[in-house]
Protein backbone atom coordinates (compact mmCIF):
# COMPACT_ATOMS: atom_id res chain seq x y z
CA UNK A 1 0.00 0.00 0.00
CA UNK A 2 1.07 3.48 -0.88
CA UNK A 3 0.78 5.67 2.28
CA UNK A 4 0.18 9.74 1.72
CA UNK A 5 3.65 11.56 1.70
CA UNK A 6 2.04 15.02 3.06
CA UNK A 7 2.42 14.70 7.14
CA UNK A 8 -0.56 14.13 8.78
CA UNK A 9 -2.24 17.43 10.41
CA UNK A 10 -1.42 16.48 14.15
CA UNK A 11 1.86 16.12 13.72
CA UNK A 12 2.50 18.87 12.11
CA UNK A 13 0.36 21.16 15.19
CA UNK A 14 2.24 19.14 17.53
CA UNK A 15 5.65 19.82 16.16
CA UNK A 16 4.48 23.26 15.65
CA UNK A 17 3.81 23.44 19.44
CA UNK A 18 6.68 21.88 20.70
CA UNK A 19 9.04 24.60 19.02
CA UNK A 20 6.85 27.18 20.80
CA UNK A 21 7.55 25.91 24.22
CA UNK A 22 11.01 25.75 24.00
CA UNK A 23 11.17 29.38 22.54
CA UNK A 24 8.50 30.38 25.54
CA UNK A 25 10.74 28.91 28.21
CA UNK A 26 14.45 30.75 26.70
CA UNK A 27 12.89 33.95 26.26
CA UNK A 28 10.65 33.49 30.09
CA UNK A 29 14.65 33.60 30.92
CA UNK A 30 15.61 36.30 29.04
CA UNK A 31 13.52 38.34 29.81
CA UNK A 32 13.86 37.70 33.50
CA UNK A 33 17.50 38.54 32.97
CA UNK A 34 16.88 41.88 31.50
CA UNK A 35 14.54 43.28 33.68
CA UNK A 36 16.31 42.75 36.06
CA UNK A 37 19.79 44.11 34.70
CA UNK A 38 17.59 47.22 33.75
CA UNK A 39 16.00 47.66 36.82
CA UNK A 40 19.36 47.44 38.79
CA UNK A 41 21.00 49.97 36.58
CA UNK A 42 17.92 52.03 36.66
CA UNK A 43 18.15 52.13 40.31
CA UNK A 44 22.09 52.28 40.77
CA UNK A 45 23.66 53.92 37.84
CA UNK A 46 22.90 57.26 39.89
CA UNK A 47 24.99 56.03 42.66
CA UNK A 48 27.69 55.21 40.20
CA UNK A 49 30.90 57.39 40.38
CA UNK A 50 34.93 56.92 40.52
CA UNK A 51 34.37 58.14 44.55
CA UNK A 52 32.07 55.31 44.84
CA UNK A 53 34.70 52.75 44.05
CA UNK A 54 37.25 54.43 46.62
CA UNK A 55 35.19 55.32 49.51
CA UNK A 56 34.35 53.58 52.91
CA UNK A 57 30.81 53.05 53.77
CA UNK A 58 28.93 56.09 55.79
CA UNK A 59 26.33 54.97 58.28
CA UNK A 60 25.50 58.95 58.45
CA UNK A 61 25.69 60.46 54.82
CA UNK A 62 24.88 57.89 52.39
CA UNK A 63 25.71 60.14 49.59
CA UNK A 64 29.41 59.94 50.40
CA UNK A 65 29.80 56.19 50.85
CA UNK A 66 31.69 54.01 48.66
CA UNK A 67 32.95 50.38 48.01
CA UNK A 68 36.77 50.64 48.38
CA UNK A 69 37.09 48.78 51.64
CA UNK A 70 34.65 45.81 50.17
CA UNK A 71 36.68 45.98 46.75
CA UNK A 72 40.07 45.80 48.06
CA UNK A 73 38.39 42.85 50.64
CA UNK A 74 37.19 41.06 47.58
CA UNK A 75 40.36 40.89 45.92
CA UNK A 76 42.40 39.74 48.84
CA UNK A 77 39.54 36.93 49.60
CA UNK A 78 40.19 36.13 46.05
CA UNK A 79 44.20 36.14 46.51
CA UNK A 80 43.96 33.69 49.02
CA UNK A 81 41.36 31.78 47.45
CA UNK A 82 43.42 31.28 44.13
CA UNK A 83 46.37 30.64 46.08
CA UNK A 84 44.68 27.82 47.93
CA UNK A 85 42.82 26.17 45.23
CA UNK A 86 45.54 25.77 41.88
CA UNK A 87 47.74 23.86 43.36
CA UNK A 88 45.62 21.57 45.66
CA UNK A 89 42.65 21.53 42.67
CA UNK A 90 45.23 20.61 40.32
CA UNK A 91 46.90 18.63 41.73
CA UNK A 92 44.01 16.64 42.54
CA UNK A 93 42.56 16.60 39.35
CA UNK A 94 45.80 15.31 37.93
CA UNK A 95 46.03 12.13 40.94
CA UNK A 96 42.80 11.58 40.16
CA UNK A 97 42.76 11.40 36.19
CA UNK A 98 46.58 9.76 35.92
CA UNK A 99 47.04 7.64 39.07
CA UNK A 100 44.05 7.02 40.83
CA UNK A 101 43.51 3.12 39.93
CA UNK A 102 39.42 3.13 39.61
CA UNK A 103 39.57 -0.76 40.77
CA UNK A 104 40.05 0.22 44.12
CA UNK A 105 37.14 1.35 46.28
CA UNK A 106 39.12 4.14 47.79
CA UNK A 107 39.57 5.61 44.80
CA UNK A 108 35.90 5.71 43.80
CA UNK A 109 34.79 6.77 47.34
CA UNK A 110 36.90 10.14 46.44
CA UNK A 111 35.34 10.89 43.37
CA UNK A 112 31.99 10.20 44.54
CA UNK A 113 32.57 12.00 47.43
CA UNK A 114 34.20 15.15 45.28
CA UNK A 115 30.78 15.26 43.31
CA UNK A 116 28.86 15.24 46.20
CA UNK A 117 30.85 18.43 48.06
CA UNK A 118 30.24 20.38 44.88
CA UNK A 119 26.43 20.16 45.69
CA UNK A 120 27.02 20.87 49.86
CA UNK A 121 25.46 24.33 50.61
CA UNK A 122 27.69 27.04 51.02
CA UNK A 123 26.63 28.26 54.65
CA UNK A 124 27.99 24.34 55.46
CA UNK A 125 31.40 25.25 54.28
CA UNK A 126 30.48 28.64 56.78
CA UNK A 127 30.16 26.26 59.84
CA UNK A 128 33.17 24.39 58.55
CA UNK A 129 35.17 27.44 58.57
CA UNK A 130 34.04 28.95 61.69
CA UNK A 131 34.70 25.40 63.69
CA UNK A 132 38.31 24.74 61.80
CA UNK A 133 39.77 27.79 60.58
CA UNK A 134 38.36 30.80 62.76
CA UNK A 135 38.08 28.96 65.48
CA UNK A 136 39.30 25.28 66.86
CA UNK A 137 42.44 23.73 65.33
CA UNK A 138 43.58 26.42 62.89
CA UNK A 139 42.18 29.62 65.23
CA UNK A 140 43.12 32.12 62.44
CA UNK A 141 40.59 34.28 64.02
CA UNK A 142 37.85 36.15 61.72
CA UNK A 143 40.28 37.36 59.08
CA UNK A 144 41.08 36.90 55.52
CA UNK A 145 42.83 34.47 55.16
CA UNK A 146 40.71 32.13 57.01
CA UNK A 147 37.80 33.86 54.63
CA UNK A 148 39.36 32.71 51.39
CA UNK A 149 40.25 29.39 52.16
CA UNK A 150 36.67 29.03 53.62
CA UNK A 151 35.87 30.47 49.74
CA UNK A 152 38.24 27.84 49.03
CA UNK A 153 36.90 24.71 50.31
CA UNK A 154 33.72 25.70 48.85
CA UNK A 155 34.65 25.92 44.82
CA UNK A 156 37.54 23.42 45.46
CA UNK A 157 35.22 20.84 44.12
CA UNK A 158 34.62 22.89 40.82
CA UNK A 159 37.87 23.17 39.95
CA UNK A 160 38.80 19.89 40.10
CA UNK A 161 35.90 18.70 38.48
CA UNK A 162 37.08 21.36 35.38
CA UNK A 163 40.57 20.18 35.78
CA UNK A 164 39.54 16.16 35.50
CA UNK A 165 37.91 17.25 32.59
CA UNK A 166 40.64 19.46 31.08
CA UNK A 167 43.23 16.75 31.47
CA UNK A 168 41.38 13.99 29.97
CA UNK A 169 40.64 15.92 27.04
CA UNK A 170 44.45 15.70 26.40
CA UNK A 171 44.51 12.03 23.97
CA UNK A 172 46.47 9.10 25.48
CA UNK A 173 48.41 9.28 21.93
CA UNK A 174 50.00 12.34 23.67
CA UNK A 175 50.96 10.63 26.41
CA UNK A 176 52.42 7.70 24.29
CA UNK A 177 54.07 9.28 21.97
CA UNK A 178 55.83 10.82 25.17
CA UNK A 179 56.47 7.98 26.98
CA UNK A 180 57.64 5.99 23.34
CA UNK A 181 60.58 8.39 23.96
CA UNK A 182 61.73 7.58 26.95
CA UNK A 183 59.88 9.97 29.12
CA UNK A 184 58.83 8.98 32.50
CA UNK A 185 55.58 9.43 33.46
CA UNK A 186 56.01 12.45 35.33
CA UNK A 187 57.86 14.07 32.31
CA UNK A 188 55.21 13.41 30.43
CA UNK A 189 52.75 14.59 32.72
CA UNK A 190 54.35 18.52 33.67
CA UNK A 191 55.59 18.39 30.27
CA UNK A 192 52.96 17.53 28.13
CA UNK A 193 50.14 16.88 29.61
CA UNK A 194 49.75 19.78 31.99
CA UNK A 195 50.83 22.19 29.35
CA UNK A 196 48.30 20.91 26.79
CA UNK A 197 45.21 20.89 29.38
CA UNK A 198 46.30 25.03 30.76
CA UNK A 199 43.50 26.55 29.05
CA UNK A 200 40.71 24.20 30.22
CA UNK A 201 42.26 24.71 33.62
CA UNK A 202 42.53 28.19 33.82
CA UNK A 203 39.04 28.36 32.56
CA UNK A 204 38.31 26.09 35.40
CA UNK A 205 39.82 28.63 37.52
CA UNK A 206 38.20 31.61 36.65
CA UNK A 207 34.72 29.69 36.70
CA UNK A 208 35.38 28.78 40.67
CA UNK A 209 36.67 32.31 41.19
CA UNK A 210 33.65 33.82 39.57
CA UNK A 211 31.84 31.24 41.91
CA UNK A 212 33.45 32.29 45.41
CA UNK A 213 33.25 35.98 44.56
CA UNK A 214 29.50 36.05 45.06
CA UNK A 215 29.43 33.98 48.16
CA UNK A 216 28.11 36.04 51.05
CA UNK A 217 26.63 33.24 53.36
CA UNK A 218 29.67 31.43 54.74
CA UNK A 219 31.29 34.94 55.17
CA UNK A 220 28.53 36.08 57.34
CA UNK A 221 29.40 32.96 59.20
CA UNK A 222 33.09 33.30 59.61
CA UNK A 223 32.57 37.06 60.94
CA UNK A 224 32.80 39.36 57.78
CA UNK A 225 32.79 43.02 58.42
CA UNK A 226 29.36 44.74 57.06
CA UNK A 227 30.43 47.78 57.98
CA UNK A 228 33.94 48.43 57.47
CA UNK A 229 35.40 51.93 57.83
CA UNK A 230 39.23 51.16 56.65
CA UNK A 231 41.25 49.42 53.79
CA UNK A 232 41.96 46.00 54.43
CA UNK A 233 45.23 44.72 53.46
CA UNK A 234 47.13 41.63 54.41
CA UNK A 235 45.75 38.26 55.44
CA UNK A 236 45.09 38.81 58.47
CA UNK A 237 43.07 42.28 57.98
CA UNK A 238 39.22 41.61 58.28
CA UNK A 239 37.01 40.43 56.46
CA UNK A 240 35.08 42.36 54.22
CA UNK A 241 33.56 42.01 50.68
CA UNK A 242 31.09 43.17 48.17
CA UNK A 243 28.24 40.73 48.55
CA UNK A 244 28.66 41.84 52.25
CA UNK A 245 28.54 45.13 51.61
CA UNK A 246 25.09 44.98 49.41
CA UNK A 247 23.44 42.62 51.67
CA UNK A 248 24.23 45.32 54.29
CA UNK A 249 23.11 48.13 52.12
CA UNK A 250 20.36 46.27 51.58
CA UNK A 251 18.82 45.94 54.76
CA UNK A 252 18.73 49.48 55.91
CA UNK A 253 15.36 51.20 56.09
CA UNK A 254 16.53 54.66 54.05
CA UNK A 255 15.76 54.82 50.86
CA UNK A 256 19.59 56.26 49.60
CA UNK A 257 21.27 52.77 50.39
CA UNK A 258 19.15 51.24 47.83
CA UNK A 259 20.84 53.05 45.03
CA UNK A 260 23.99 52.37 47.12
CA UNK A 261 23.30 48.57 46.94
CA UNK A 262 21.67 48.96 43.02
CA UNK A 263 25.25 50.54 42.17
CA UNK A 264 27.34 48.16 44.00
CA UNK A 265 25.77 45.47 42.56
CA UNK A 266 26.42 46.95 38.99
CA UNK A 267 29.96 46.47 40.26
CA UNK A 268 30.00 43.21 41.18
CA UNK A 269 28.20 41.82 37.67
CA UNK A 270 30.60 43.73 36.01
CA UNK A 271 33.38 41.97 37.94
CA UNK A 272 31.75 38.65 37.13
CA UNK A 273 31.23 39.33 33.63
CA UNK A 274 34.54 40.17 32.61
CA UNK A 275 35.80 37.23 34.30
CA UNK A 276 33.71 35.26 32.36
CA UNK A 277 34.44 36.73 29.50
CA UNK A 278 38.29 36.06 29.68
CA UNK A 279 37.41 32.43 30.67
CA UNK A 280 35.27 32.08 27.41
CA UNK A 281 38.05 33.73 25.41
CA UNK A 282 40.49 31.34 27.12
CA UNK A 283 39.03 28.87 26.01
CA UNK A 284 38.32 29.73 22.42
CA UNK A 285 41.40 31.18 21.34
CA UNK A 286 43.80 28.35 23.29
CA UNK A 287 41.79 25.61 22.96
CA UNK A 288 43.68 22.39 21.56
CA UNK A 289 41.32 21.05 18.60
CA UNK A 290 42.70 17.38 18.78
CA UNK B 1 80.33 -5.82 21.72
CA UNK B 2 78.70 -2.99 21.50
CA UNK B 3 76.48 -2.61 18.67
CA UNK B 4 76.91 1.39 18.51
CA UNK B 5 80.38 1.05 17.45
CA UNK B 6 79.70 -1.51 14.56
CA UNK B 7 77.25 1.29 13.04
CA UNK B 8 78.80 3.94 10.82
CA UNK B 9 76.66 6.51 12.93
CA UNK B 10 78.65 9.31 14.72
CA UNK B 11 77.61 10.26 18.60
CA UNK B 12 79.03 13.67 19.23
CA UNK B 13 75.54 13.56 21.43
CA UNK B 14 76.20 10.14 22.93
CA UNK B 15 75.83 10.85 26.84
CA UNK B 16 74.99 7.50 28.16
CA UNK B 17 77.36 6.10 30.33
CA UNK B 18 76.01 2.47 29.91
CA UNK B 19 75.88 0.49 26.55
CA UNK B 20 73.07 0.96 24.20
CA UNK B 21 71.52 -2.17 25.63
CA UNK B 22 72.49 -2.40 29.31
CA UNK B 23 69.31 -1.69 30.44
CA UNK B 24 69.55 -1.72 34.56
CA UNK B 25 72.57 0.42 34.51
CA UNK B 26 74.56 -2.64 36.17
CA UNK B 27 77.76 -4.42 34.26
CA UNK B 28 76.34 -6.77 31.70
CA UNK B 29 78.55 -9.39 31.02
CA UNK B 30 77.33 -10.92 27.63
CA UNK B 31 79.51 -11.52 24.88
CA UNK B 32 76.87 -10.65 21.95
CA UNK B 33 74.66 -13.35 21.42
CA UNK B 34 74.71 -16.58 19.68
CA UNK B 35 74.30 -16.13 15.92
CA UNK B 36 70.88 -16.79 14.84
CA UNK B 37 70.28 -18.10 11.43
CA UNK B 38 69.44 -14.94 9.53
CA UNK B 39 72.40 -12.69 11.32
CA UNK B 40 72.61 -11.30 14.46
CA UNK B 41 69.07 -11.01 16.45
CA UNK B 42 68.39 -8.11 17.86
CA UNK B 43 64.82 -9.31 19.69
CA UNK B 44 64.73 -12.80 20.71
CA UNK B 45 61.06 -13.73 21.38
CA UNK B 46 61.03 -17.20 23.34
CA UNK B 47 56.95 -18.63 23.87
CA UNK B 48 55.66 -14.84 24.36
CA UNK B 49 52.08 -15.12 25.61
CA UNK B 50 50.21 -11.12 25.69
CA UNK B 51 47.06 -10.85 28.12
CA UNK B 52 44.51 -8.67 28.82
CA UNK B 53 42.36 -9.06 32.11
CA UNK B 54 44.31 -13.04 31.92
CA UNK B 55 42.75 -13.33 28.31
CA UNK B 56 45.42 -14.18 25.42
CA UNK B 57 45.11 -11.68 22.84
CA UNK B 58 48.38 -13.62 21.02
CA UNK B 59 50.25 -16.68 22.26
CA UNK B 60 53.38 -18.34 22.32
CA UNK B 61 55.30 -16.51 20.01
CA UNK B 62 58.97 -17.63 19.41
CA UNK B 63 61.01 -15.55 16.47
CA UNK B 64 63.89 -13.72 16.46
CA UNK B 65 64.28 -10.26 15.41
CA UNK B 66 66.99 -9.39 13.25
CA UNK B 67 69.87 -6.65 13.67
CA UNK B 68 69.66 -3.74 10.72
CA UNK B 69 66.80 -5.32 8.85
CA UNK B 70 63.51 -4.71 8.53
CA UNK B 71 60.42 -7.22 10.11
CA UNK B 72 57.08 -6.93 8.82
CA UNK B 73 53.84 -8.69 10.76
CA UNK B 74 51.04 -9.42 8.86
CA UNK B 75 48.06 -11.05 9.46
CA UNK B 76 43.76 -10.35 9.63
CA UNK B 77 42.60 -7.51 12.38
CA UNK B 78 42.56 -9.38 15.78
CA UNK B 79 45.74 -11.06 15.52
CA UNK B 80 47.72 -9.46 18.03
CA UNK B 81 50.04 -7.94 15.45
CA UNK B 82 49.67 -4.37 17.26
CA UNK B 83 49.58 -5.94 20.69
CA UNK B 84 52.79 -8.31 20.47
CA UNK B 85 54.75 -4.82 18.52
CA UNK B 86 53.78 -3.28 21.60
CA UNK B 87 55.40 -5.30 24.16
CA UNK B 88 58.76 -4.83 22.59
CA UNK B 89 59.31 -1.69 23.84
CA UNK B 90 56.73 -2.45 26.96
CA UNK B 91 54.00 0.19 25.51
CA UNK B 92 51.27 -2.48 26.81
CA UNK B 93 52.42 -1.32 30.68
CA UNK B 94 50.25 1.49 30.00
CA UNK B 95 47.43 -0.45 30.30
CA UNK B 96 46.89 -1.93 33.69
CA UNK B 97 45.26 -5.08 32.48
CA UNK B 98 47.75 -6.06 30.07
CA UNK B 99 50.28 -8.67 31.22
CA UNK B 100 53.36 -10.06 29.63
CA UNK B 101 54.82 -14.32 29.83
CA UNK B 102 57.65 -16.11 28.31
CA UNK B 103 60.56 -14.10 27.39
CA UNK B 104 61.41 -11.02 25.32
CA UNK B 105 65.32 -10.82 25.09
CA UNK B 106 66.94 -7.68 23.18
CA UNK B 107 70.25 -7.98 22.91
CA UNK B 108 70.00 -10.96 25.41
CA UNK B 109 68.25 -9.01 28.34
CA UNK B 110 64.75 -10.03 29.48
CA UNK B 111 63.07 -6.32 28.74
CA UNK B 112 60.48 -7.81 31.51
CA UNK B 113 62.72 -9.00 34.26
CA UNK B 114 62.57 -7.57 37.25
CA UNK B 115 65.11 -5.32 37.54
CA UNK B 116 64.61 -3.53 34.20
CA UNK B 117 63.35 -0.17 33.70
CA UNK B 118 60.87 0.15 31.31
CA UNK B 119 61.52 4.17 30.71
CA UNK B 120 65.45 3.07 29.98
CA UNK B 121 63.45 -0.06 27.17
CA UNK B 122 61.71 2.87 25.76
CA UNK B 123 64.76 5.33 25.12
CA UNK B 124 66.25 1.96 23.31
CA UNK B 125 63.34 0.92 21.49
CA UNK B 126 61.35 4.13 19.79
CA UNK B 127 57.99 3.76 18.51
CA UNK B 128 55.46 5.39 15.17
CA UNK B 129 52.16 4.88 16.18
CA UNK B 130 48.84 4.45 13.88
CA UNK B 131 47.86 7.83 13.61
CA UNK B 132 50.62 10.48 13.68
CA UNK B 133 50.70 11.63 17.10
CA UNK B 134 52.49 15.22 17.42
CA UNK B 135 52.68 17.11 20.61
CA UNK B 136 50.93 20.58 20.39
CA UNK B 137 53.88 22.41 20.00
CA UNK B 138 56.42 23.99 17.38
CA UNK B 139 57.84 21.39 15.08
CA UNK B 140 61.68 22.63 16.91
CA UNK B 141 59.82 21.53 20.04
CA UNK B 142 58.51 18.21 19.15
CA UNK B 143 62.17 17.36 17.94
CA UNK B 144 63.49 18.64 21.06
CA UNK B 145 61.22 17.06 23.63
CA UNK B 146 63.29 13.52 23.38
CA UNK B 147 66.80 14.86 24.37
CA UNK B 148 65.52 17.24 26.18
CA UNK B 149 63.65 15.01 28.99
CA UNK B 150 66.67 12.27 28.66
CA UNK B 151 69.16 15.14 29.46
CA UNK B 152 71.18 14.40 26.05
CA UNK B 153 74.33 17.28 25.42
CA UNK B 154 75.18 18.85 22.84
CA UNK B 155 73.98 21.57 20.35
CA UNK B 156 69.97 21.21 20.23
CA UNK B 157 69.69 22.95 16.73
CA UNK B 158 72.07 20.71 15.75
CA UNK B 159 70.16 17.36 16.98
CA UNK B 160 66.69 19.05 15.83
CA UNK B 161 68.66 19.31 11.91
CA UNK B 162 69.72 15.66 12.47
CA UNK B 163 66.40 14.42 13.17
CA UNK B 164 64.76 15.99 10.69
CA UNK B 165 67.15 15.26 7.95
CA UNK B 166 67.10 11.46 9.04
CA UNK B 167 63.50 11.58 8.49
CA UNK B 168 63.66 13.15 5.02
CA UNK B 169 61.50 16.73 6.85
CA UNK B 170 64.79 19.18 6.88
CA UNK B 171 64.21 21.02 3.47
CA UNK B 172 60.17 21.05 3.99
CA UNK B 173 59.78 22.23 6.88
CA UNK B 174 63.27 24.40 7.93
CA UNK B 175 61.41 27.89 7.52
CA UNK B 176 58.98 27.40 9.56
CA UNK B 177 60.34 25.12 12.83
CA UNK B 178 58.70 27.63 15.47
CA UNK B 179 55.26 26.51 13.46
CA UNK B 180 52.63 24.53 15.27
CA UNK B 181 53.23 20.93 14.21
CA UNK B 182 49.32 20.34 13.85
CA UNK B 183 49.72 22.58 10.83
CA UNK B 184 51.79 19.94 8.70
CA UNK B 185 49.83 17.54 6.36
CA UNK B 186 49.38 14.28 7.84
CA UNK B 187 52.46 12.47 5.95
CA UNK B 188 54.26 15.41 7.09
CA UNK B 189 53.10 14.98 11.11
CA UNK B 190 54.07 11.05 10.36
CA UNK B 191 57.76 11.82 9.13
CA UNK B 192 58.04 14.55 12.52
CA UNK B 193 56.94 11.43 14.81
CA UNK B 194 59.39 9.73 12.94
CA UNK B 195 62.30 12.60 13.04
CA UNK B 196 61.24 13.13 16.76
CA UNK B 197 62.20 9.34 17.29
CA UNK B 198 65.47 9.61 15.69
CA UNK B 199 66.44 12.20 17.74
CA UNK B 200 66.50 10.32 21.27
CA UNK B 201 68.69 7.94 18.92
CA UNK B 202 67.22 4.61 19.29
CA UNK B 203 68.70 1.31 18.27
CA UNK B 204 65.13 0.32 17.39
CA UNK B 205 62.36 1.67 15.76
CA UNK B 206 58.77 0.09 15.98
CA UNK B 207 56.30 1.39 13.55
CA UNK B 208 52.79 0.22 14.42
CA UNK B 209 50.56 0.51 11.00
CA UNK B 210 52.35 3.76 10.30
CA UNK B 211 51.01 4.24 6.60
CA UNK B 212 47.37 3.39 7.54
CA UNK B 213 46.42 7.03 7.86
CA UNK B 214 47.97 8.28 4.96
CA UNK B 215 47.40 8.59 1.10
CA UNK B 216 49.85 6.88 -1.36
CA UNK B 217 52.43 9.48 -1.50
CA UNK B 218 53.11 10.54 2.06
CA UNK B 219 53.14 6.20 2.04
CA UNK B 220 55.87 6.00 -0.32
CA UNK B 221 57.70 8.44 0.99
CA UNK B 222 58.02 6.61 4.45
CA UNK B 223 58.07 3.61 2.83
CA UNK B 224 62.31 5.05 1.17
CA UNK B 225 62.94 6.28 4.40
CA UNK B 226 62.46 2.48 5.77
CA UNK B 227 64.64 1.39 3.48
CA UNK B 228 66.84 4.42 4.02
CA UNK B 229 66.64 3.91 7.91
CA UNK B 230 67.59 -0.01 8.18
CA UNK B 231 70.91 0.69 7.77
CA UNK B 232 71.22 2.24 11.40
CA UNK B 233 67.87 0.88 13.29
CA UNK B 234 66.73 -1.96 13.64
CA UNK B 235 63.15 -2.00 12.26
CA UNK B 236 60.06 -3.66 13.26
CA UNK B 237 56.84 -2.70 11.24
CA UNK B 238 53.41 -4.09 11.58
CA UNK B 239 51.38 -3.90 8.41
CA UNK B 240 47.87 -4.27 7.26
CA UNK B 241 49.20 -4.00 3.87
CA UNK B 242 50.85 -7.04 2.31
CA UNK B 243 52.24 -4.99 -1.30
CA UNK B 244 54.06 -2.88 1.50
CA UNK B 245 55.32 -5.90 3.90
CA UNK B 246 56.47 -7.29 0.23
CA UNK B 247 58.19 -3.99 -1.08
CA UNK B 248 59.81 -3.17 2.27
CA UNK B 249 60.48 -5.73 4.73
CA UNK B 250 63.40 -8.59 4.65
CA UNK B 251 61.53 -11.21 7.01
CA UNK B 252 58.08 -11.34 7.53
CA UNK B 253 55.68 -12.83 10.41
CA UNK B 254 52.33 -13.92 9.69
CA UNK B 255 50.08 -14.19 12.51
CA UNK B 256 46.43 -15.74 12.47
CA UNK B 257 43.27 -15.65 14.56
CA UNK B 258 42.44 -18.70 15.88
CA UNK B 259 39.58 -19.20 18.20
CA UNK B 260 39.58 -20.86 21.30
CA UNK B 261 38.08 -24.69 22.10
CA UNK B 262 34.76 -23.32 23.40
CA UNK B 263 34.48 -21.00 20.34
CA UNK B 264 34.57 -17.87 22.35
CA UNK B 265 37.60 -16.35 22.66
CA UNK B 266 39.99 -15.43 19.99
CA UNK B 267 43.50 -15.02 20.15
CA UNK B 268 46.31 -14.68 17.38
CA UNK B 269 49.18 -17.16 17.06
CA UNK B 270 52.34 -16.87 15.02
CA UNK B 271 51.48 -19.33 11.61
CA UNK B 272 54.97 -18.39 9.67
CA UNK B 273 57.98 -16.60 9.59
CA UNK B 274 60.75 -16.61 7.00
CA UNK B 275 62.13 -13.79 4.79
CA UNK B 276 59.78 -12.07 2.79
CA UNK B 277 60.53 -13.17 -0.34
CA UNK B 278 59.79 -16.62 0.90
CA UNK B 279 56.66 -16.17 2.63
CA UNK B 280 55.41 -14.42 -0.96
CA UNK B 281 56.20 -16.99 -3.52
CA UNK B 282 56.63 -20.12 -1.52
CA UNK B 283 54.88 -20.17 1.65
CA UNK B 284 55.62 -23.78 3.95
CA UNK B 285 51.92 -23.14 5.26
CA UNK B 286 49.11 -23.51 3.51
CA UNK B 287 47.09 -21.19 5.33
CA UNK B 288 50.05 -18.63 4.95
CA UNK B 289 49.92 -19.24 0.86
CA UNK B 290 45.93 -18.38 0.82
CA UNK B 291 46.41 -15.26 2.66
CA UNK B 292 49.10 -13.86 0.68
CA UNK B 293 47.69 -14.32 -2.40
CA UNK B 294 43.93 -13.35 -1.29
CA UNK B 295 42.14 -16.50 -1.39
CA UNK B 296 41.40 -15.11 2.81
CA UNK B 297 41.19 -11.76 4.14
Known amino acids: MRGSLTAGRSSRRLEIGFKALLLLAL ?13 IVADGVGGLSLSFLTDVPSQIIPENSGIGPAISGTLWLMLVCAAFIIPVGVATAVYLEEYADRSRWFNRAIEVNIQNLAAVPSIVYGILGLAFLVRGPLSLGNVVLAGGLTLGLLVLPVLIVAGREAVRAVPPSIRE ?16 VLPAALPGIATGVILSLSRAIGETAPLIVVGAVSFATFIPSGFGAEITALPIQIFDW ?13 AGIIVLMLILLSMNAVAVWLRNKFEQKW | MSDRTMTEREDPAETRASPAFDLSGAVHGSD ?27 SEVTMDIPHNQITALIGPSGCGKS ?58 DNIAFGPRVLGMKGDMDEIVERGLSGAALWDEVKDRLDTNAFGMSGGQQQRLCIARCLAVQPDVILMDEPCSALDPISTGKIEDLMLELKREYSIVIVTHNMQQAARVSDRTAFLI ?33 DYVSGKVG
Open chain 1, 27 to 39: SLALITLTVLIVD
Open chain 1, 177 to 192: GSMALGATKWQTIWKQ
Open chain 1, 250 to 262: VSQPQPEFKTLAA
Open chain 2, 32 to 58: GGAEAPMGKAVFRLEDVTVSYDAKPAV
Open chain 2, 83 to 140: TLIRCLNRMNDLIPSASVDGRVLYHDQDIYGPEIDAVEVRKRIGMVFQKPNPFPKSIY
Open chain 2, 257 to 289: VKLDADEKHRQGRLVEYDRTEKIFTNPSDSRTE
